[in-house]
């Protein structure tokens, strides 16, 4: 989508789109990001099931769930190479097909090792998807001339509600466990066919760089920086998702409904604030919104450890959630102008959250083992405190956002790409 000579270089303080503003273009990606949150919402739900389908121990279910993370991890340094040669555009609907074919495949699966077969699969199409999408994101947000990452970020978790609550509805309905995600991931299809037909295709796109005129990542300091930052606000968001509950069995000796009640104080504030999160943004700016995320989050692990009490406790996870909402959607949109490209950027960025995620909770059930889970509560809130006082200084190091008005399609050229540092 090329547009107009004379709308070029318009400035606006506007949210709503403009005649310069790619509003199709947004429309169509947060399409694929809420298909994405339902599919994995789902997929979610359908674990316990698929545990029971399967007759497998706890030992076994965590193996099968790491071929996911593996196929993930694996596939989100080479997504955006992939996006080099075809564009986000294409190559975030190609991921997005693979997801929804993956998506119902695991439930039918008769053995475990065709379940890791899949879920490896499944992990790659993810991994990529979730790089691609948010380089695509990024680079409408440059576009659009002013921060609106945190509703992309925010329909990814209004689908992942939506996908574990028709995943318990089909479980409830009787249906087979290859029914609990084949029918959601129908939903997903049709919602990725609506978003190719909407503007989820080529023409509209950063410009094409060449592999040969593409640094290598790893001698990009800021990148680097933006990805330990990342690193740290995913080990938090990946602790208390799998130990809140556990915190508060163990500590406050609550019942098993009021440790649900935990991580459910945690969801719904992380949810409800990316949904308002790019107006906080607007009003604060990237660099004041990490230190204030930071600031809370860290202020709630206080309360959460400070005032073991149900009650207490759960306004504790409310500002974790809360300071957490909006942290990585301003990382990844950081790493998208930080980059070569978007797509390059967010990949580094992606992974090393993504390997946080997975590598914070066996973390902190290693240190509860050893030290108690109280202590291990610290070194999240010692977490809270670097990405408040480091995050905030590195996101200020990134290029400034601001509408870039170069035409999709135009030709390759290095001084087209955000420049590195």
């Known amino acids: 989508m090329t547009e107009p000579q004379s709308a070029r270089g318009a400035a606006t303080t506007s949210p709503f789109a403009t005649p310069t503003t790619p509003l199709r273009e947004r429309i169509a990606t947060i399409g694929a990001f809420f298909a994405n949150g339902l599919g994995i919402g789902a997929w979610a739900a359908e674990i316990p099931r698929i545990k029971e389908h399967l007759g ?112 318990g509805f089909i479980a409830k309905s009787g249906y087979s466990v290859g029914a609990g995600l084949a029918l959601p991931a129908l939903v997903s299809a049709a919602i990725v066919v609506a978003s190719a037909a909407i503007g989820l295709r080529p023409g509209f796109e950063a410009p094409r760089v060449h592999h040969e005129k593409v640094p290598f990542t790893f001698r990009n300091r800021l990148l680097l920086l933006l990805g330990a930052v990342a690193f740290l606000s995913m080990v938090t968001e990946g602790s208390v998702t799998d130990w809140s509950g556990v915190y508060l069995r163990t500590i406050t000796h609550g019942t098993a409904a009021q440790a649900a009640m935990g991580y459910a104080s945690f969801a719904f504030a992380m949810t409800a604030c990316r949904l308002v999160g790019d107006l ?20 709630g692990f206080l309360v959460v450890i400070g005032v073991p009490v149900v009650p207490v406790a759960c306004a504790g996870y409310v500002l974790i959630g809360v300071g957490l909402s909006n942290l990585v959607p301003i990382i990844f949109s950081a790493a998208g102008r930080a980059g070569a490209t978007p797509a390059i950027g967010v990949s580094m960025t992606a992974t090393a959250g993504y390997a946080g995620f997975l590598i914070g909770p066996p973390i902190i059930g290693f240190c509860a083992d050893m030290l108690g889970i109280r202590v291990a509560f610290v070194l999240l809130l010692a977490a809270a405190c670097a990405i408040a006082a480091v995050g905030a200084r590195v996101v200020g190091q990134t290029p400034p956002l601001t509408r870039d008005d170069t035409p999709a399609g135009a030709d390759s050229d290095p001084a087209c790409a955000p420049q590195t540092r």
Do not use: K
Request: hydrophobic share 55%.
């Open 56 to 167: 497998l121990s706890d030992t076994l279910l965590g193996i099968a769930l790491l071929s996911f993370a593996a196929g993930a991890i694996l596939a989100m340094p080479m997504a955006g190479r992939v996006a080099l040669r075809l564009g986000t555009p294409r190559s975030t609907l190609i991921a997005s097909c693979a997801f929804v074919v993956l998506l119902g495949l695991p439930g039918y699966a008769p053995s475990l090792p065709i379940t890791m077969l899949g879920l490896f699969f499944l992990g790659m199409s993810n991994g990529s998807m979730d790089v691609l999408m948010n380089g695509h994101a990024s680079y409408i947000e440059t576009r659009w001339g002013q921060p609106i990452m945190s509703s992309f970020h925010a329909a990814w978790s209004f689908g992942g509600l939506l996908g574990a609550a028709f995943g």
């Open 280 to 299: 906080i943004v607007r009003r604060l700016g990237q660099q004041r919104t990490m230190w204030v995320g930071g600031g809370l989050a860290a202020l």
